[in-house]
């Protein structure tokens, strides 16, 4: 019984999160069907995609702040309304395309929420029920199995169930109001918050890690590289290769996606052992490895081939996890304990500037007719770049 009512306690929280990821994953199977079915064009498609980042960011930079001050549950239970209602609009589709975009915003900002809110909260949980090293394996779990899923079984119902532009959004929608439902009697572990203002020191500590060139030529060159190279496996590449799988084009993507963010989470021990605090040895290998899957999607777009996408999908899915983990463990030896907190989210958010990507290179692709394969190869060099400045300076300003 401890162990049921233990149970009971971080479960719920981790079914947030979960949700909260499946929702704002969803649309990536979706997308393909908005162009292989409804025809839509590339260069808003990508935009949709894009505005959630609007969303995300602000969600973010709200959610911890607000879970301090109101609750855990109080912050988490409103940001999991707005992502259904966000699906709702989203089954609204076939109706108009402003429907997607609103939609795609109150996914990022119910994201950004829940991601953070609703961490510490199963933190705290699973500290309360005396598994305080759990909680961040949880965590990864419940947000890595949110995206994986809802990708997977968006693109599965748009396959093989009726209404392929509404059944899915409806699904999330009816799963975030239950998990909504299951977090209500779930104990809130905020405590009672004192007001406390900014100190001179705090923000002195923040801007002297800025200001650190390992964070500016170290840190900052490889965070794009993190969210670019997954949107580039599971959003730019699968509707490129989409006539070779015709009929399964969303299960495609969707296994795509899940492919590319289990590689990520599957690598991310890898990052620990080859991180070093007198190198930058494990950024670089992650740098080099998106690099690599960008020639190899290059490769795939160029031939056609199906096997190259899940090819690139695995080496991309891996640089993703390595530049994550890594970033973070540079950011963690740079910035002091009470400075960390909000460098982190600086990272954070340079990490999300590579959801611009497949925004970037459709209306570049538009613009000046290039080829998809020589946009990618572009990339690739600008990597390649970025590379080379790392590696100059991976064993100055060391910590």
């Not at 169930?161 to 905020?190: K, N, S, Y």
């Amino acid at each position: 019984m401890p162990a049921s009512r233990a149970a009971r306690g971080w479960l719920p929280a981790a079914a947030a999160v979960f949700a909260a990821g499946w929702g704002a994953n969803q649309f990536t199977p979706l997308s393909v069907v908005y162009r292989t079915q409804a025809h839509w064009p590339p260069v808003p498609v990508a935009a949709m995609f894009t505005t959630y980042l609007l969303g995300l960011l602000p969600g973010l930079l709200l959610g911890g702040p607000a879970a301090d001050r109101f609750g855990r549950r109080r912050t988490v239970r409103p940001a999991l309304v707005l992502s259904a209602v966000a699906s709702a609009l989203l089954a609204a589709a076939p109706v108009s395309r402003t429907f997607v975009y609103a939609s795609r915003l109150g996914t990022g900002i119910a994201a950004g929420i829940v991601l953070t809110a609703g961490t510490k909260w199963l933190l705290e949980l699973s500290a309360r029920a005396g598994r305080p090293d759990a909680g961040g394996r949880r965590a990864t779990y419940a947000t890595g199995g949110g995206f994986a899923a809802g990708a997977l079984t968006a693109g599965a119902l748009t396959a093989w169930l009726p209404q392929p532009m509404v059944l899915p959004c409806l699904v999330h929608c009816l799963l975030a109001l239950l998990v909504c439902g299951a977090t209500g009697r779930v104990p809130d572990t905020a405590r009672v918050p004192a007001a406390a203002p900014v100190r001179p020191r705090l923000a002195g500590l923040y801007r002297a890690v800025v200001r650190n060139p390992r964070f500016m030529w170290v840190v900052l060159p490889a965070s794009p590289a993190v969210f670019g190279a997954a949107t580039v496996a599971y959003v730019v590449l699968p509707p490129l290769v989409a006539d070779r799988v015709p009929g399964y084009e969303p299960v495609f993507s969707g296994l795509v996606t899940a492919l590319t963010l289990a590689t990520g989470i599957a690598v991310q021990p890898l990052a620990a052992r080859l991180d070093h605090a007198h190198s930058a040895r494990a950024t670089l290998v992650g740098m080099i490895t998106v690099i690599g899957g960008l020639l190899v999607g290059a490769c795939a777009v160029h031939d056609g081939s199906v096997g190259l996408v899940l090819g690139a999908a695995v080496l991309l899915g891996a640089g993703y996890g390595l530049t994550l983990a890594s970033g973070l463990r540079e950011i963690e030896r740079l910035a002091p304990p009470k400075a960390l907190r909000s460098t982190a989210f600086l990272h954070q958010g340079a990490t999300y500037s590579g959801f611009l990507t497949p925004l970037l290179l459709a209306v570049t692709a538009g613009a000046w007719a290039a080829s998809y394969p020589a946009l990618l190869a572009g990339l690739a060099a600008i990597g390649l770049l970025c590379l080379a400045v790392t590696a100059r300076h991976s064993r100055r300003s060391l910590p």
